[in-house]
Each structure stands twice: as structure tokens, then as C-alpha cells.
T-cell receptor, first 113, second 114 residues
């Protein structure tokens, strides 16, 4: 089955630690996206990538980093510079054409110890 | 930049009653508009999408939405609420920056009362 997988489902971060969230898709999509979801705030775009080896900052990129070395993978690192990382993180992908539906993974919940 | 407004973070509806969730957008040109549904601790699932082909759009699970350009609205409705409709609903608009970004509303948490 084609789809988007995110791992782990739950992730715990200690003070000063960097953690990496995985996002993999087998839909042959060019574009991939990372969102952060906080209660009552909707989804906010962290980073997006329209093609391999290229990515752009979204609205809340500070304290996060990404890479796009393979078409199917778009990992997100939450660095120690992100002072309030507790949130639900969602990865999405689509063909990259204007108006195309974004398809979402099941999400990773990040908690701080 | 495009934006979306969803009023009323929590919406309570009786089982069998009409579900109405309001979405207003700002856009200088005809947009693409989306409604997504999210069940607890899950990702978002597309309910329906407006792409200018028809103003009344039918989606999954009995939902539909009507695009009204004069009102810059894309309200979501379902004639009869079911317990399984309890979820969070998001309206989104495609941004016109050539990069296919989506701008999301803050969402409506729907509670269905038996």
C-alpha cells in the first residue's frame, strides 16, 4: 500500500538534546512538508521541500533543521535551540503542483522530559 | 498571503442534527480550498476539495461544502450528525506563492451529543 509513515509515534526529549523525526513516503511525490500542531492553533508550516536536495523555511523554522537527500525521505531534527518542542508533528507530501492535495502521515508526538 | 478563518473552536451538535462548520478565506484570486478531518492522535484525512469545477463539492462520509465567491466562504455541512463525526475539522487554502503551500484555519473540534 502507498502512503506516508512517520516514526516513532511517541518521542521523548531530554533537556539540551537533539532528536530526529522520520518521515518516509512511497507515493513518488516530489514535495514534502513538516507541520507542527498545537491545541487550538491549527497547523503551522516548519519546513518544506519541493525537490531532492532543496528545502525552504516555513513560518516557524527556528530551532528545527531538515534534509532531503532522497525523494522518499524528509527527516526533521528538533534541536536544543527549540525551547518549546512539545507538540504533535505531522509530515505531508504531494506532487508539488499548485492545488494538489497534501497527504498526511499519522504524526509523531514529541514530549519533553 | 492567503488566510483562513474558522470561528468557534468547539462545536457541539446533537446526533441526527445538522452539522455546519464555517470557513472564510482571503484570496485575491480564485483559490483551491480544502476540508480535512483529524481523529484523535492521527494524521489529517481529506474530506473534500474545491478546484473551481463545481461550487457544490461532495466529499466522504456524507459531507459537502459550497464555494461562495461573493461571501469568500466555503462552509462544510452534513445533514445528520453521527457519533463517528466527532473529530477536529480544518479548512485550508492553497497559497499563491508558486510553492503549493497550504494555509490552515485553527480548526473546529466537533462534539456529538447522543
Amino acid at each position: 500500500d502507498g502512503g506516508i509513515t512517520q516514526s516513532p509515534k511517541y518521542l521523548f526529549r531530554k533537556e539540551g538534546q537533539n532528536v530526529t523525526l522520520s518521515c518516509e513516503q512511497n507515493l513518488n511525490h516530489d514535495a514534502m512538508y513538516w507541520y507542527r500542531q498545537d491545541p487550538g492553533q491549527g497547523l503551522r508550516l516548519i519546513y518544506y521541500s519541493q525537490i531532492v536536495n532543496d528545502f525552504q523555511k516555513g513560518d516557524i523554522a527556528e530551532g528545527y533543521s531538515v534534509s532531503r537527500e532522497k525523494k522518499e525521505s524528509f527527516p526533521l531534527t528538533v534541536t536544543s535551540a527549540q525551547k518549546n518542542p512539545t507538540a504533535f508533528y505531522l509530515c505531508a507530501s504531494n506532487s508539488g503542483l499548485f492545488g494538489e492535495t497534501q497527504y498526511f502521515g499519522p504524526g509523531t508526538r514529541l514530549l519533553v522530559l | 498571503a492567503q488566510s483562513v478563518t474558522q470561528l468557534g473552536s468547539h462545536v457541539s451538535v446533537s446526533e441526527g442534527a445538522l452539522v455546519l462548520l464555517r470557513c472564510n478565506y482571503s484570496s485575491s484570486v480564485p483559490p483551491y480550498l480544502f476540508w480535512y478531518v483529524q481523529y484523535p492522535n492521527q494524521g489529517l484525512q481529506l474530506l473534500l476539495k474545491y478546484t473551481s469545477a463545481a461550487t457544490l463539492v461532495k466529499g466522504i462520509n456524507g459531507f459537502e461544502a459550497e464555494f461562495k465567491k461573493s461571501e469568500t466562504s466555503f462552509h462544510l455541512t452534513k445533514p445528520s450528525a453521527h457519533m463517528s463525526d466527532a473529530a477536529e475539522y480544518f479548512c485550508a487554502v492553497s497559497e499563491l506563492r508558486g510553492n503549493n503551500r497550504l494555509a490552515f484555519g485553527k480548526g473546529n473540534q466537533v462534539v456529538v451529543i447522543p
